[in-house]
């Protein structure tokens, strides 16, 4: 459980980082995204929305104009300044994180969020995840997979990229979006999961995710006239 000072102290570093991040949101000029893009323009249908976890910071830019939308965040320090940013801009939080390891997949609540999220998606309320496998950079992990699988709605990857940014050196390769830049935001196509799916099916949906979100914020900088 998080001691008051630390909960005190992820709120007032979430509500800075929203005020930066609609900052940079009003001070970036996104180029138009396709009309009809949107997963909420194609269909009313409630949605799982996918991105890497180091390009996750304009998700809310990307999600503008969504309807009950709900975010998986972790039970650590970010994760609590993270659904701070969230419910300020009116989405909902579910909190969990996956995992790898079987003796912390009850200390992270991964099962309870599963079907939280499971869900929250057959109730109508679309669900915002990071794809990367724990700790391991652009490999997708299954988790997504399974969740369309089990709920029967469609994942849509997305790319949500600027110009200026700061690019880090760190385990996820996070970009830090800056102000004042152009910004591309780019959504795939629906990809939906037959509920027979074996394992076998659920990896080389995942592999295909790995390669999809590569190209997908591969176009989206190209667009940008800025390479990475």
């Known amino acids: 459980m998080m001691r008051p000072r630390s909960a005190q102290s992820a709120a007032l570093a979430g509500r800075a980082l929203h005020a930066y991040i609609a900052f940079v949101q009003r001070t970036t000029r996104f180029k138009p995204v396709i009309p009809g893009g949107r997963p909420w323009e194609r269909s009313r249908e409630p949605f799982i929305a996918l991105t890497w976890h180091g390009q996750q910071m304009l998700s809310l830019a990307a999600l503008e104009g969504a309807a009950q939308v709900a975010i998986l965040t972790s039970l650590h320090f970010d994760g609590t300044v993270v659904t701070s940013i969230v419910e300020r801009a009116g989405f909902r939080t579910i909190r969990g994180s996956g995992t790898q390891s079987r003796p912390k997949i009850q200390a992270k609540r991964a099962?309870?969020?599963?079907?939280?999220?499971?869900?929250?998606?057959?109730?109508?309320?679309?669900?915002?995840?990071?794809?990367?496998?724990?700790?391991?950079?652009?490999?997708?992990g299954k988790g997504a997979v399974q969740l369309a699988r089990a709920s029967g709605r469609p994942i849509y990857l997305f790319a949500a990229v600027t110009s200026a940014r700061l690019d880090l050196d760190n385990w996820d390769r996070a970009s830090i979006p800056l102000p004042f830049g152009r910004g591309c935001i780019l959504w795939s196509e629906p990809l939906y999961v037959r509920k027979a799916a074996d394992d076998r099916e659920i990896g080389l949906i995942a592999m295909d995710i790995s390669a999809r979100l590569d190209e997908l914020h591969a176009t989206a900088h190209q667009s940008l006239g800025r390479a990475r």
């Open 111 to 140: 099962v309870p969020a599963f079907f939280q999220m499971r869900d929250a998606l057959r109730d109508g309320t679309s669900i915002l995840l990071t794809a990367d496998v724990p700790k391991v950079p652009r490999v997708a």
